[in-house]
């Protein structure tokens, strides 16, 4: 008798309005009932689990079938996107050296961390991984989440299915729509997934360890929210020409606040390509441009990369020369966009940043583990403006070229 009227509340009451309640409703039960949060935990693992096992194939059959049944001559708009992406991710390595050596950070160093990470010696390495997964056998990229591999498929197999009968089409348009259907389904249980990640999220953290740091997220968020509020709009302004606070608040609000919770850029892809559909953008446009801005679009890797680099270098009493300050800019966005979209991606290539300054690995490893132990703050606000991110420049984009055509 009470799921009856459950399910009437949750038709009428919006999804955003959920996802608030559920947010309150998190963090009251981890401080309130501390003992319960590992069992409504699972909610939040099975939310996440869901949406990193339908978002590859998700993507998979909507950009075949949006290639498929794309229209010779007709354009897509992939790069003024990617150019967007690229402009995003340097203009927050500037934002997070500058905030850096206004205000600099110093680190408490002391054992190196027992973690078995190994992380890349060159940025010619990160670009070779990038490589290699793109060429990625089609069933291990599916596996794997591999994006970049998933997306090569997809549009070599769109592309040759351009010429199959109209019945394959239609078969391929079909499964397109089911798999959609069967996304919608898990995204409204996205209330039940935040709750139970806030709550086991505020349980394990606390502020405790989180406190000693405090100068160090101050940087790191306020950066984050800078590019955010500011840098990212005036990017957008100079696309679209008119206010773009309309949409990056509800970019910010559909996209990242899931992302902050699930700290994984490629769980949020279905959220993404919902939110997408919802703003009326192209779907052989957006089924390109999400899951790609997943890979490299990220900006909020780069203000990690750059501000936890120039902690180090604090710490050990280096002198920061402007030209180093430029390098570290490009180097910090070009690794940025080799990080994998999972959580604590960004955090193996600050020893690759630190080389930069001659400081040692063992060092830098060090600086890896702080990351880690801040991460639950760190990697959740990085993952909330790297994914928000992806749709709001894929919207400006689209918004831009609908410009020009009206002018024209």
Known sequence: MLLSPLLRWARRTSLVAQIAIALVAGVLLAFLA???TPYVAFLGTLFISALKAV???????????AIS??????????????????????CAAVVGVTASLWWPSTLTLQAAPQADIAPPGAVSEVLLNVARSVVDNPVNALLQANYIGILTWAVALGLALRHASGSTRAVLRDGAQAITTII??????APLGILGLVASTFAEAGTQALWGYAH??????GCMLFVALVVNPLIVFGAIRRNPYPLVFTCLRESGVTAFFTRSSAANIPINLALAQRLGLKEETYGIAIPLGATINMAGAAITISVLTLAAAHTLGIQVEPLSALLLCVVASVCASGASGVAGGSLLLIP????????GNDVAMQVVAVGFVIGIVQDSAET?????????FTAAASMAQERRSAAA
């Not at 919608?184 to 249980?189: A, E, H, N, W």
């Not at 690759?352 to 400081?359: D, N």
Request: glycine share 10%; aromatic share 4%.
């Open 184 to 189: 919608q389904g898990v995204i409204r249980l």
């Open 216 to 221: 160090l997220l101050a940087v790191l968020v």
């Open 69 to 90: 049944h794309h229209t010779p001559g007709e354009a897509t708009g992939i790069r003024p996107i990617l150019l967007l992406y690229a402009i995003g991710t340097l």
């Open 384 to 392: 909330a403006l790297n994914s928000s991110t992806d749709v709001l």
């Open 55 to 65: 978002a590859p194939v998700l993507v998979l059959v909507l950009v075949m079938d």
């Open 34 to 36: 501390p003992g319960v």
């Open 352 to 359: 690759l940043a630190c080389s930069l300054f001659g400081i």
